[in-house]
Antibody
Framework: QVQLVESGRGVVQPGGSLRLSCAAS????????LHWVRQAPGKGLEWVAF????????YYADSVKGRFTISRDNSRNTLYLQLNSLRLEDTAVYYC????????????????WGQGTLVTVSS | SYELTQPPSMSVSPGQTASITCSGH??????ACWYQQKAGQSPVLVIY???KRPSGIPERFSGSNSGNTATLTISGTQAMDEADYYC?????????FGKGTKLTVL
């Protein structure tokens, strides 16, 4: 069965950095696109980033562009999110999620989600 | 930027039909999908590409998309369907979520 397990939770000061990981199993990792989605406490879902199955292309929400970097290691079946220049408003549970497809487009749907990892930005 | 609008909340009696709407400009030209998120849990995909159900999702969940509105319909709603529901579409190389609808079954 598909499993996505996030790690890297923590409390960080504004301006700080953090790296999240997502270990995947139960599917052919290098044939699917992957997303990060976040959810601030008591709020709705906010898409953060997507990376193509081969890692060649990445896409970001405007709110994180230039500060966050999505990457993947297909040899380790692991997805990453590097969070830099963190702000108070980045406080959220961060989910990794698998796309139904290998590339990014109108058909993008997130068919499996991890349990999420909490990032708290606080002074 | 593209926006999807959902009612913040709605309620339904057990056994009745719940219809949750999601509105966006020319939404019918895009694919809509829907996620269910129960309290304290991760989201679950219940409808993709407007009307397709992933394996394991009960037949009482169905979807449609016409004009500017996509609709998630839950027929014979059960207490276990109480959750937040989010619609989602893709636009200009971004994934867009609606703000969610809290469905109460009472």
């Amino acid at each position: 069965q598909v499993q996505l397990v996030e790690s890297g939770r923590g409390v960080v000061q504004p301006g700080g950095s953090l790296r999240l990981s997502c270990a995947a199993s139960g599917f052919t990792f290098n044939t699917y696109g992957l997303h990060w989605v976040r959810q601030a406490p008591g709020k709705g879902l906010e898409w953060v980033a997507f990376i193509r199955y081969d890692g060649i292309s990445q896409y970001y929400a405007d709110s994180v562009k230039g500060r966050f970097t999505i990457s993947r290691d297909n040899s380790r079946n692991t997805l990453y999110l590097q969070l830099n220049s963190l702000r108070l408003e980045d406080t959220a549970v961060y989910y990794c999620a698998k796309d139904l497809n290998r590339d990014f487009g109108d058909y993008s749907s997130l068919d499996y989600w991890g349990q999420g990892t909490l990032v708290t930005v606080s002074s | 930027s593209y926006e999807l609008t959902q009612p913040p909340s709605m309620s339904v009696s057990p056994g009745q039909t719940a219809s949750i709407t999601c509105s966006g400009h020319k939404l019918e030209a895009k694919y809509a999908c829907w996620y269910q998120q129960k309290a304290g849990q991760s989201p679950v995909l219940v409808i993709y590409q407007d009307s397709k159900r992933p394996s394991g999702i009960p037949e009482r969940f169905s979807g449609s998309n016409s004009g500017n509105t996509a609709t998630l319909t839950i027929s014979g709603t059960q207490a276990m369907d109480e959750a937040d529901y989010y619609c989602q579409a893709w636009d200009s190389a971004t994934v867009v979520f609606g703000k969610g609808t809290k469905l109460t079954v009472l």
